[in-house]
C-alpha cells in the first residue's frame, strides 16, 4: 500500500483586487431607465438588471446558420465517445436551432453607434433582460 507524506500546508496573503465595470449610455437611454437589484442569499451575491426603451425598428431578420443542441451531457458524450455500432442501438439526440441576425434602425438622437466592432455588447444591455422569478 503506497504511502502519502503529510501535506505542507503554507500561508497564502490574499490582497485587495480592484474590480470595475462600466458601460456608455446616451442621456437619453439614461432618461427612461429602471434599474432592478435581487440578491441571492445562497451565493449571496447581488444580480442588477437594466431595462430601457430606445426608439428605433426592426428592419430586417435573418437566419445566419444552425447550432446544434443536444439534449443532455449524455446525448453530447454519446456522439463524442461511442462506437458507430453503439450508436446505432443508442441514437443521439438532437436538434438544430438556427442562429438569428436582426437588423434594427434607431434613432439618430440617442448617440448610439452600432457600426462599431463592439456593437454586440452595446445592444446586449437593451435586450431587456428580464430577472429570474
Known sequence: MKT??????????????????G??????VISNLTVEQIVDFETRAVKTFFRTFVPGREVREGVR????????????????????FLKRFFPV?????PIIIRHYHLCPHTGMDFKSHNSIEHFKFLEGLEPDD
Open 4 to 21: 502519502f507524506p503529510n501535506p505542507v500546508v503554507e500561508r497564502l496573503i490574499l490582497e485587495n483586487i480592484k474590480f470595475e465595470y
Open 23 to 28: 458601460t456608455w449610455m446616451p442621456p437619453d
Open 65 to 84: 446558420g444552425l447550432v446544434t443542441v443536444y439534449h443532455s451531457w449524455w446525448e453530447h458524450f454519446k456522439k463524442t465517445c461511442f462506437p458507430v
Open 93 to 97: 439526440r438532437f436538434h438544430d436551432e
